[in-house]
């Protein structure tokens, strides 16, 4: 399911960082919190090769004269709560606001698209593990 959300460019640019933050801090927590057993696990250097690409970018700032343009940005929003379709969410906005974005001249919008543009790239083939490997699956399996 999708919902359509209208926003300001502001106020979509923040809401997609966010998201890219939350998952930043979710892989993260992953991370820190593995089992013993799963400390150098493929899944566990794959947690923390998400959060630090995610935790990677920085929302940047919308300008005062682009702000005062009060573009009005609609997009997509899954209502799914997976990691790759909340990334997709905060990819998908980004994309909306850098084609917004590149039908303004100026340099403000076209240095805002850049920066949107290099932060869409960073994160968009971002490769969220399992929770568990199947190591850990078939330890559950058995204890069950």
């Given amino acids: 399911m999708s919902e359509l959300l209208t926003h ?8 997609a960082f966010e998201v890219i933050s939350e998952l930043a801090d979710e892989m993260d927590a992953q991370f820190e919190n593995a089992a013993d057993w799963a400390q150098g696990s ?3 250097r794959s947690r923390l090769s998400a959060s630090v690409t995610l935790g990677g970018v920085r929302r940047p700032s919308i300008l005062k004269s682009l ?3 009060n573009l009005q940005i609609e997009f997509f929003w899954k209502t799914e709560r997976t990691r790759p379709d909340r990334l997709w969410n905060a990819v998908n906005c980004l994309e ?27 994160v968009k083939d971002t490769h969220f593990p399992p929770m568990f490997s199947k190591r850990g699956a078939r330890k559950r399996r058995k204890n069950v």
């Avoid at 300001?8 to 809401?15: F, N, Q």
């Fill in 8 to 15: 300001s460019l502001e106020a979509a640019v923040t809401a």
């Fill in 42 to 44: 493929d899944a566990n």
């Fill in 67 to 69: 702000r005062a343009k």
């Fill in 96 to 122: 909306i606001c850098i084609f917004h974005l590149s039908k303004l001249s100026g340099n403000d919008a076209a240095i805002l698209k850049v920066e949107l543009q290099q932060a869409v790239d960073a």
